[in-house]
């Protein structure tokens, strides 16, 4: 769902100022984070410069927002598909580029709110209750899962805090641990350093996880998702151009009939087709 349509539009104004960015999409706080998944937070390309005491980089200087082409594949930001969003500190690969994301191996916090650790979004899934896990530092561990049935659960196990300050930012087609349903893969893959869009099909590279489908965003026949960087032609109801369908509350953008992404509203960003919150 890293679906980048038009971020592109953005770059005059974030090479000329960060500031002016900031004014344009009213936001304070950007990264995304991916505390204690295999990998997901990483070194990748990001950097821990500029990291404010919440350990947020501000937008305008991440990677995915700084109108730079980092990885020099002649795609930039919002138009490089390994940018989730202006958030986003690491435009090489899925990972967060967040300083201090998997420091635990086992343990997973709320993926996408720009930040590592869980203490302001009460999310908490623990990887060795995945079968899918292929994590050598956090293997799937059939007696912890269970006895430990509520942590473990797909659709239990997340408190309402959880829900409430972290399904809102999730992209679609994945749940608030960075585990994601794409085209080509044979099963959900987690987002993580090693991981590119090109890499999708393969588990070595994007291992396979399993969704946790109390706190996910599922990715709907008309939605840009991860992966998913054209609609269906049926997805228009007078013969014309696709259109994406957004949650109720908010706007489409960056596609041919969405807003431009530095016209979200403030306090929100352009992440896969939807302008979506920034912040917990």
């Known amino acids: 769902m890293k679906k980048n349509l038009g971020w592109s539009s953005l770059n005059a104004v974030l090479l000329g100022s960060s500031l002016s960015l900031l004014a344009a999409l009213g936001?304070?706080?950007t990264a995304q984070n991916g505390d204690?998944?295999?990998?997901?937070?990483?070194?990748?390309?990001?950097?821990?410069?500029?990291?404010?005491?919440?350990?947020?980089?501000?937008?305008?200087?991440?990677?995915?927002s700084d109108g730079?082409?980092?990885?020099?594949?002649?795609?930039?930001?919002?138009?490089?598909?390994?940018?989730v969003g202006p958030n986003d500190n690491d435009e090489?690969?899925?990972?967060?580029?967040?300083?201090?994301?998997?420091?635990d191996a086992c343990k997973q916090d709320c993926f996408f709110d720009g930040n590592s650790g869980m203490g302001d979004d009460g999310c908490d899934w623990q990887l060795k209750c995945d079968p899918?896990?292929?994590?050598?530092?956090?293997?799937?561990?059939?007696?912890y899962a269970t006895s430990h049935m509520n942590e473990c659960s797909l659709s239990n196990s997340q408190s309402q805090t959880c829900i409430d300050?972290?399904?809102?930012?999730?992209?679609?087609?994945?749940?608030?641990?960075?585990?994601?349903?794409?085209?080509?893969?044979a099963t959900p893959i987690r987002?993580?350093?090693?991981?590119?869009?090109?890499?999708?099909?393969?588990?070595?590279?994007?291992p396979p996880c399993t969704q946790v489908t109390q706190c996910m965003t599922p990715c709907g026949h008309c939605d840009y998702c991860i992966g998913k960087e054209t609609l269906p032609a049926d997805c228009t109801t007078d013969?014309?151009?696709?259109?994406?369908?957004?949650?109720?509350?908010?706007?489409?953008?960056?596609?041919?009939n969405g807003l431009d992404p530095a016209a979200c509203p403030a306090d929100t960003g352009c992440v896969t087709g939807c302008c979506r919150p920034l912040v917990p």
């Open 27 to 29: 936001c304070n706080s």
């Open 36 to 64: 204690g998944a295999v990998g997901g937070g990483g070194t990748g390309g990001g950097s821990s410069v500029g990291v404010d005491s919440g350990g947020k980089i501000p937008i305008g200087q991440t990677q995915c």
């Open 68 to 83: 730079i082409d980092n990885d020099n594949d002649g795609k930039i930001d919002y138009g490089d598909p390994e940018c």
């Open 92 to 103: 090489s690969s899925y990972a967060t580029g967040i300083p201090g994301d998997n420091i």
């Open 132 to 143: 899918r896990t292929t994590n050598a530092a956090c293997p799937y561990d059939q007696s």
């Open 165 to 185: 300050k972290c399904q809102k930012l999730v992209p679609n087609g994945c749940d608030c641990f960075g585990c994601c349903a794409v085209p080509g893969a």
């Open 191 to 206: 987002l993580v350093a090693t991981c590119t869009a090109a890499d999708f099909g393969d588990p070595t590279k994007c």
């Open 239 to 256: 013969g014309g151009t696709p259109y994406n369908t957004c949650p109720t509350g908010y706007m489409a953008c960056g596609g041919p």
